[in-house]
């Protein structure tokens, strides 16, 4: 009777690495899916920002001519207040001072019209640049949405198939002892998901050692569950 166990907990214990190994595989797949989106929204971000500091840029550009233009308007301003005055002066003194105000403010106005005019065309420059990378960044964001759709459907069918995976290995532990489940998530854990194996030839199919030719005949017979001693595995032979 406690033959017909151990085989049957063999063929349980394959059962379930067979779920595992899919499970381990799919979860892996999952994984890579998600660092993939993660780069993805990562590369969107970036432009975001790219285009966010372009339009901070050209804020600064057009507060700058507005700055220049208020300018102009006072010296403005003063231009005409100083032609008033000298429309009214009496003395040769008084003219010569107000002439040299109105010349001065002039020249004032000159450079400020030279400086407004660079500052428009950088204003300008700016705002093709936020024009055009905003079109870019629609494009992109277009792109990237379609490809991460995309990618959610394509996994869609794996998560589906993890699930049932998962839901499998937890009907074949329930006819297993609590121990039994214990030891195969242990080794699993220890290997990467891969807890059961088969041997071949005298050697183990999960770290290609070979085992001891005693430990191999009792493997053959199926009657005791036998670990590798090298790697932990639960060794089962493929003719039982
Ligand atoms: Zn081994």
Do not use: W
Request: hydrophobic share 35%.
């Amino acid at each position: 009777m406690k033959d017909i166990t151990t085989k049957h907990e063999i063929e349980t214990l394959v059962k379930l690495q067979e779920a595992e190994t899919q499970i381990v595989r799919l979860n892996a797949v999952l994984i890579k899916v998600e660092k993939e989106k993660e780069k993805l929204s990562a590369k969107l971000m970036q432009f975001e920002n790219a285009l966010q500091e372009n339009k901070e840029n050209f804020s600064r550009a057009k507060a700058g001519c507005r700055d220049i233009e208020i300018e102009i308007q006072v010296v403005d301003d003063r231009i005409i207040k100083s032609n008033e005055k000298l429309r009214m002066v009496k003395t040769n003194k008084e003219y010569n001072l107000f002439l040299r105000e109105v010349d001065d403010n002039k020249k004032r106005k000159d450079v400020l019209e030279t400086e407004l005019l660079e500052y428009l065309d950088e204003k300008e420059e700016i705002g093709k640049t936020v024009q055009e990378s905003e079109n870019e960044f629609h494009l992109l964001k277009d792109k990237i949405e379609a490809e991460q759709k995309d990618i959610e459907k394509k996994s869609k069918d794996d998560r589906e198939l993890l699930d049932e995976y998962l839901a499998r290995q937890n009907e074949i532990g329930k006819t297993l002892e609590s121990s039994l489940m214990n030891r195969f998530a242990k080794v699993s854990k220890m290997n990467n998901g891969s807890a059961v194996v088969a041997v071949e030839n005298e050697v183990c199919m999960g770290c290609f050692m070979n085992i001891p030719p005693q430990l191999y005949i009792e493997v053959q017979r199926g009657n005791s569950l036998i670990s590798c001693p090298q790697c932990s595995r639960i060794l089962y032979h493929t003719n039982i």
